[in-house]
């Protein structure tokens, strides 16, 4: 199983950007995807997360600008991000919680990550 995330890149503060992560492999079926981001020298922290009956929740401090969204047929989770500010800037990874199959437990995975920087 893999996960591609794309979208990342610089912009300006008050822009938008969009990310995108396709889930990919041997996928019997998806939990739950969601979106966490790494800034220097913190942790990693959710971002928003959406599960396979559609209900999503998002940290505090991206509610109201962030959306997250789900196109299941094709195992991919997308998050745009509107009114971005420079505290925004992070690496932001995609997972997913999966089974590769009816027998498996579900288990998460990971995308690369994809750098998103804010200029003020």
């Known amino acids: 199983v893999q996960l591609q995330a794309s979208g990342g890149g610089l912009v300006q503060a008050g822009g938008s950007l969009r990310l995108s992560c396709a889930a990919s492999g041997s996928i019997f079926s998806i939990n739950a995807m969601g979106w966490y981001r790494q800034a220097p020298g913190k942790q990693r922290e959710l971002v928003a997360r959406i599960i396979s009956d559609g209900t999503t929740n998002y940290s505090d401090s991206v509610k109201g600008r962030f959306t997250i969204s789900r196109d299941s047929a094709k195992n991919t989770v997308y998050l745009q991000m509107n009114s971005l500010k420079p505290e925004d800037t992070a690496v932001y990874f995609c997972?997913?919680?999966?089974?590769?199959?009816?027998?498996?437990?579900?288990?998460?995975?990971w995308g690369q990550g994809t750098l998103v920087t804010v200029s003020s």
């Open positions: 997972n997913a919680g999966l089974k590769t199959s009816i027998l498996r437990t579900t288990t998460t995975y």
